[in-house]
């Protein structure tokens, strides 16, 4: 079963639990099966396109802000909703996609503030269509429109018609030979009307497709899952009703999407978009019975195929039981240095990683090193703060005493600890030579890893140790998976790191280098060996490969309302470096790749139990399948 698939039927099965019982009004429009497929391009929508892009989605911005946003994203609108209205001025909530590639269009503009005269006069002047159209009260039912049009000329040009102020029975009555592709309701003196844009539903264009009126949540996904589709369009009411577009979702046409209701923040509909590498095709946001912003999205698949394996490889169990990834955050980076980066599943959420983050507190000292502020012959100082827990204690400060002083390692010593055996002391020591964490997060920051802070001891998770109250969102260090992998692409290729005072070997030879492949990854590399018809070759392959890296493991808790341990969650990463071995001329050569993987703030009932070893063990999984489509590029030279 595809992932959709289970998502949608588990989400419906959820959704029908909380239906309202609301009449439907159903009007429909049909084609006869064909060989349909998803849009190659943006030249009609970009509702049906899953090639991966760029992408923003902003909430309660001006107009100058969003005109701001495209400038500098170099990005076109392709949806706008009015979120509120003030003294006859808008603020808005918009989608906008990179305006390149197959997003491409050949002009394209947006408008607010328009009569309907208004929208007719640009679409002329613009020799232009409409591919959204929203109608909104600026006060005394005066309807004004905002719009966002695109040429309609060249490869561009399709048949089309654009509607206001009509019924539901008037929309219908249009239908024939034509999609909807916008539709939204409003209210006026003589009732509910509609705006409605269309095209000819043709040639590439054509699509089996269906619009439904008036429909609760519930009746959304029971409709949805009876007609194997894919919503395109949500129009939601004034009465917490839905008007929905939908198109067929099987054979060519087919393709992996999500719909959600009621998100509380802009930032969990980003943070929901972003785990499952998904692009948002249409938002609306309102007010609900408490007066408070809510928002619903549909969403479609936005991964390049390595991408999608990842989040599917992670969805096996990172997912709730209705498709919802709530079982905390998963992220994957993979980039070939020197080259494109093959993996980026929710790689720029900032999240907590544990000791894999001590590849921040190597490089600055290597920096340092190289530029000839430090030394690795020189004295270090660490302190022992728990003689049982060792290595692994959490660093108190108040336990930094002259009893509890230790001198016996030099400062390159301090640092092999710090990598070899993940030595919380001798990483407190760094931090402590270099006068707390504002170095270390200066240079991330001058490194352009933005997504990084260090803000505790590594080995002291989110507890505050002078209150022992558990805060993570004053004591979280936060990184991403892009930021831990370009630290070491940066020291591969010496942007980051020059090999000044030998400080890029010794980074990496601190790295924890290694030669050859676990099992786990063997066996992969014998899978895909064997596919190839080239399993004689697997072992020795898997013994050219060389890795080097740093892998972090927490157990901590979230809190409750008094700082307590609300929830007990685990933290798995790894990253570093990996060397693939490939044939040039028939001769070795190799392909080396930076990598990041991770699952933070993933809730068990306690740590070390059954589900605490189901999560580490299917993290372990997917950490290893981060690299089979590499190994099976690599085996091809062979």
């Given at each position: 079963?595809?992932?959709?698939?289970?998502?949608?039927?588990?989400?419906?099965?959820?959704?029908r639990t909380c239906a309202i019982s609301l009449s439907a009004v159903l009007s429909t429009a049909l084609m006869?099966?064909?060989?349909?497929?998803?849009?190659?391009?943006?030249?009609?929508?970009?509702?049906?396109?899953?090639?991966?892009?760029?992408?923003?989605?902003?909430?309660?911005?001006?107009?100058?802000?969003?005109?701001?946003?495209?400038?500098?994203?170099?990005?076109?609108?392709?949806?706008?909703?009015?979120?509120?209205?003030?003294?006859?001025?808008?603020?808005?909530?918009?989608?906008?996609?990179?305006?390149?590639?197959?997003?491409?269009?050949?002009?394209?503009?947006?408008?607010?503030?328009?009569?309907?005269?208004?929208?007719?006069?640009?679409?002329?002047?613009?020799?232009?269509?409409?591919?959204?159209?929203?109608?909104?009260?600026?006060?005394?039912?005066?309807?004004?429109?905002?719009?966002?049009?695109?040429?309609?000329?060249?490869?561009?040009?399709?048949?089309?018609?654009?509607?206001?102020?009509?019924?539901?029975?008037?929309?219908?009555?249009?239908?024939?030979?034509?999609?909807?592709?916008?539709?939204d309701s409003y209210n006026t003196t003589s009732g509910k009307r509609y705006s409605a844009v269309m095209i000819?539903?043709?040639?590439?264009?054509?699509?089996?497709?269906?619009?439904?009126?008036?429909?609760?949540?519930?009746?959304?996904?029971?409709?949805?899952?009876?007609?194997?589709?894919?919503?395109?369009?949500?129009?939601?009411?004034?009465?917490?009703?839905?008007?929905?577009?939908?198109?067929?979702?099987?054979?060519?046409?087919?393709?992996?999407?999500?719909?959600?209701?009621?998100?509380?923040?802009?930032?969990?509909?980003?943070?929901?978009?972003?785990?499952?590498?998904?692009?948002?095709?249409?938002?609306?946001?309102?007010?609900?019975?408490?007066?408070?912003?809510?928002?619903?999205?549909?969403?479609?698949?936005?991964?390049?195929?390595?991408?999608?394996?990842?989040?599917?490889?992670?969805?096996?169990?990172?997912?709730?039981?209705?498709?919802?990834?709530?079982?905390?955050?998963?992220?994957?980076?993979?980039?070939?240095?020197?080259?494109?980066?093959?993996?980026?599943?929710?790689?720029?959420?900032?999240?907590?990683?544990?000791?894999?983050?001590?590849?921040?507190?190597?490089?600055?000292?290597?920096?340092?090193?190289?530029?000839?502020?430090?030394?690795?012959?020189?004295?270090?100082?660490?302190?022992?703060?728990?003689?049982?827990?060792?290595?692994?204690?959490?660093?108190?400060?108040?336990?930094?005493?002259?009893?509890?002083?230790?001198?016996?390692?030099?400062?390159?010593?301090?640092?092999?600890?710090?990598?070899?055996?993940?030595?919380?002391?001798?990483?407190?020591?760094?931090?402590?030579?270099?006068?707390?964490?504002?170095?270390?997060?200066?240079?991330?920051?001058?490194?352009?890893?933005?997504?990084?802070?260090?803000?505790?001891?590594?080995?002291?998770?989110?507890?505050?140790?002078?209150?022992?109250?558990?805060?993570?969102?004053?004591?979280?260090?936060?990184?991403?998976?892009?930021?831990?992998?370009?630290?070491?692409?940066?020291?591969?290729?010496?942007?980051?790191?020059?090999?000044?005072?030998?400080?890029?070997?010794?980074?990496?030879?601190?790295?924890?280098?290694?030669?050859?492949?676990?099992?786990?990854?063997?066996?992969?590399?014998?899978?895909?060996?064997?596919?190839?018809?080239?399993?004689?070759?697997?072992?020795?392959?898997?013994?050219?490969?060389?890795?080097?890296?740093?892998?972090?493991?927490?157990?901590?808790?979230?809190?409750?309302?008094?700082?307590?341990?609300?929830?007990?969650?685990?933290?798995?990463?790894?990253?570093?470096?990996?060397?693939?071995?490939?044939?040039?001329?028939?001769?070795?050569?190799?392909?080396?790749?930076?990598?990041?993987?991770?699952?933070?703030?993933?809730?068990?009932?306690?740590?070390?139990?059954?589900?605490?070893?189901?999560?580490?063990?299917?993290?372990?999984?997917?950490?290893?399948?981060?690299?089979?489509?590499?190994?099976?590029?690599?085996?091809?030279?062979?």
């Amino acid at each position: 079963m595809s992932l959709f698939h289970r998502i949608q039927r588990l989400s419906s099965r959820l959704r029908r639990t909380c239906a309202i019982s609301l009449s439907a009004v159903l009007s429909t429009a049909l084609m006869a099966p064909s060989a349909f497929a998803l849009d190659s391009n943006a030249q009609t929508t970009d509702l049906s396109i899953n090639k991966p892009t760029g992408w923003w989605f902003y909430t309660g911005v001006s107009a100058s802000q969003v005109s701001s946003y495209l400038s500098s994203k170099g990005a076109r609108l392709t949806d706008i909703e009015v979120q509120s209205v003030s003294n006859g001025v808008p603020t808005f909530t918009v989608r906008m996609v990179q305006n390149s590639g197959s997003y491409a269009v050949p002009g394209w503009w947006w408008y607010y503030g328009l009569t309907s005269a208004q929208v007719s006069s640009y679409l002329n002047a613009n020799t232009a269509r409409l591919i959204d159209l929203e109608p909104y009260d600026i006060g005394g039912g005066n309807i004004r429109y905002a719009a966002v049009m695109v040429s309609n000329t060249g490869t561009a040009a399709r048949s089309w018609w654009w509607y206001y102020g009509k019924t539901s029975s008037e929309i219908s009555s249009l239908l024939s030979g034509r999609r909807l592709i916008d539709l939204d309701s409003y209210n006026t003196t003589s009732g509910k009307r509609y705006s409605a844009v269309m095209i000819a539903n043709t040639g590439e264009d054509a699509e089996t497709w269906q619009w439904w009126l008036n429909q609760s949540i519930s009746g959304i996904s029971s409709k949805v899952a009876s007609f194997g589709g894919r919503v395109v369009k949500i129009d939601r009411q004034s009465d917490g009703t839905y008007n929905f577009i939908q198109v067929k979702n099987t054979g060519a046409e087919a393709t992996a999407w999500w719909h959600q209701y009621g998100f509380t923040s802009s930032t969990a509909l980003l943070n929901y978009a972003n785990q499952l590498a998904a692009r948002p095709v249409d938002v609306v946001t309102y007010l609900n019975g408490s007066g408070q912003r809510r928002w619903d999205a549909v969403f479609i698949d936005n991964a390049n195929t390595s991408t999608r394996r990842m989040r599917n490889e992670f969805a096996k169990t990172f997912l709730d039981a209705n498709g919802n990834p709530t079982r905390g955050i998963f992220e994957a980076h993979l980039r070939e240095v020197g080259g494109s980066v093959k993996v980026n599943l929710n790689d720029k959420r900032r999240a907590e990683t544990a000791s894999s983050l001590k590849s921040l507190h190597l490089l600055h000292a290597m920096r340092r090193v190289a530029a000839g502020t430090d030394t690795l012959a020189s004295a270090f100082n660490y302190y022992e703060y728990d003689p049982v827990k060792g290595k692994d204690a959490c660093p108190v400060p108040s336990l930094e005493t002259s009893a509890n002083l230790r001198t016996n390692y030099n400062f390159e010593k301090g640092l092999d600890e710090m990598m070899a055996i993940s030595d919380n002391r001798t990483t407190r020591g760094t931090v402590i030579r270099y006068g707390g964490f504002s170095p270390f997060n200066s240079t991330a920051s001058s490194l352009g890893l933005s997504g990084t802070t260090l803000r505790h001891n590594i080995g002291c998770a989110y507890r505050n140790v002078s209150t022992n109250k558990y805060d993570p969102t004053n004591l979280r260090n936060d990184t991403t998976a892009a930021d831990l992998a370009r630290i070491y692409a940066g020291v591969w290729d010496s942007s980051l790191l020059s090999n000044t005072n030998a400080a890029r070997t010794e980074f990496l030879e601190s790295a924890n280098p290694a030669n050859g492949v676990s099992s786990a990854l063997q066996a992969i590399i014998t899978d895909e060996a064997n596919k190839l018809g080239k399993g004689a070759i697997a072992t020795q392959f898997g013994g050219l490969v060389r890795t080097w890296g740093k892998g972090g493991s927490y157990g901590t808790c979230l809190p409750d309302s008094n700082g307590n341990c609300g929830q007990k969650v685990i933290v798995r990463s790894g990253t570093g470096l990996i060397r693939l071995p490939i044939k040039v001329n028939g001769a070795t050569d190799y392909r080396t790749y930076a990598f990041a993987r991770l699952i933070s703030d993933v809730p068990v009932p306690n740590w070390g139990d059954a589900t605490d070893t189901a999560y580490t063990n299917a993290y372990g999984a997917a950490a290893n399948e981060l690299y089979r489509d590499e190994i099976r590029a690599a085996l091809k030279t062979w």
